[in-house]
């Protein structure tokens, strides 16, 4: 892979001599794009006990997302409104005009090829609450590594099988050793990033602006982080256009 092959708003290390490193494989999912959160908050009733917020928060993630665009429209229709509204069997079908065993038997399809088709997570741990002390210690020190392009704490804080995707892009890097080698070309060169938090699908996020001496910092990506327990076990990389999306600026003022 060159940079030649990426979007220009992707290019954010486009430094002459310096070449990434080959992905590892390619993603199925090209136009995935991330949902802030403060959309949806009211949209659900909140549901009213740990496992059910679990449940609810995975059927708003990315991964769950990825997933849910390959499906047929009637079966995403059938598990959007039962698994992620909440409505009962009956009012879907009234809603889809079918009959209520053809519903029920839409959505036990839609759930078996949504878990076929779900990248597996095995030996992964839940990730922490939304908003808790755990997820945000784990989100301060990859924001402060981040920030100081310290390679060996934003190591320290991946699983093995970490995966960097990067829609629109169909290729991505998964493993830490590789995770680790395309980083290392990235910081090396000596570019340096201000990250702005906020949260899309549930999950923790970050608009990236590049540091430039006494000027302006300009937006050159968006960061979502997949947790599992007290590790980051996937990051999705999206173009720098969702940044209003998310309320964030597409630059910022000199620091």
């Known amino acids: ?76 229709a059938v598990l959007i409104l039962r698994d992620v509204l909440g409505f009962h069997a009956s009012e879907v079908a009234g809603m889809l005009e079918v009959t209520l065993e053809s519903a029920n038997s839409t959505l036990k399809r839609a759930r078996a090829s949504l878990q076929r088709r779900q990248q597996p997570a095995a030996g992964h741990q839940p990730p922490p609450a939304a908003g808790s002390p755990a997820e945000g210690a784990i989100v301060a020190m990859f924001a402060r590594a981040w920030e100081s392009a310290d390679l060996d704490a934003l190591v320290a804080l991946l699983t093995d099988d970490v995966f960097i995707a990067m829609p629109p892009e169909p290729f991505g890097y998964e493993g830490r050793d590789a995770v680790a080698r395309y980083w290392a070309r990235q910081f090396g060169a000596g570019r340096r990033f201000d990250l702005v938090p906020t949260r899309a699908n549930g999950q923790p996020a970050f608009g990236a602006y ?46």
Not at 18 to 37: A, H, K, N, S, Y
Not at 239 to 255: D, H, K, M, T, Y
């Open 1 to 76: 892979m060159t940079l030649a092959e990426w979007p220009a708003d992707a290019q954010e290390w486009n430094i002459p001599g310096v070449e990434l490193p080959e992905p590892t494989r390619r993603g199925e999912v090209v136009w995935l794009q991330p949902f802030p959160d403060a959309l949806l908050e009211g949209a659900v009733d909140v549901p009213p006990g740990p496992e059910a917020r679990y449940e609810q928060t995975e059927a708003i993630s990315l991964a769950f997302v990825t997933a849910l665009q390959l499906l047929p429209p009637r079966q995403v």
């Open 210 to 255: 590049l540091r430039v001496p006494a000027g302006v910092r300009h937006a050159t990506g968006f960061y979502v982080l997949t947790l599992a327990g007290d590790r980051i076990c996937a990051m999705t990389r999206f173009e720098a256009s969702v940044l209003p999306w998310f309320g964030l600026p597409r630059s910022l003022p000199a620091r």
